[in-house]
């Protein structure tokens, strides 16, 4: 894994620990996980996820597509499925 910046190499603003809001269309419907720990530039808003969150949202994403969801909204902070 590379290092998350603590410069943003797009605009050169301060990245800091922050949340965001992760959405993605599987075909069969939509996921929403909101809470989603990220390391964001204050400048741009290009957002980092550490492996571990990366792995936490693939294991939601794959459930969801498995079970053919239509819609679900999720919080990562309050989801006892991780």
């Known amino acids: 894994m590379k290092p998350i910046p ?3 190499p797009l605009c050169n603003g301060q990245v800091k ?3 965001t809001t992760f959405s993605l269309d599987l075909e ?3 996921i929403v996980v909101r809470q989603v720990p990220a390391h964001i530039c204050r400048q741009c808003g ?3 996820l550490d492996d571990e ?8 994403v794959a459930r ?4 053919k ?14």
Do not use: D, F
């Open 46 to 48: 290009e957002e980092w």
């Open 69 to 82: 969801v239509q819609l679900e909204i999720v919080s990562m902070r309050e989801s006892g499925r991780l």
């Open 53 to 60: 969150q990366a792995a936490k949202l693939e294991k939601i």
């Open 64 to 67: 969801a597509r498995h079970e």
């Open 28 to 30: 069969s419907g939509v």
């Open 6 to 8: 603590t410069v943003c």
């Open 17 to 19: 620990p922050g949340t």
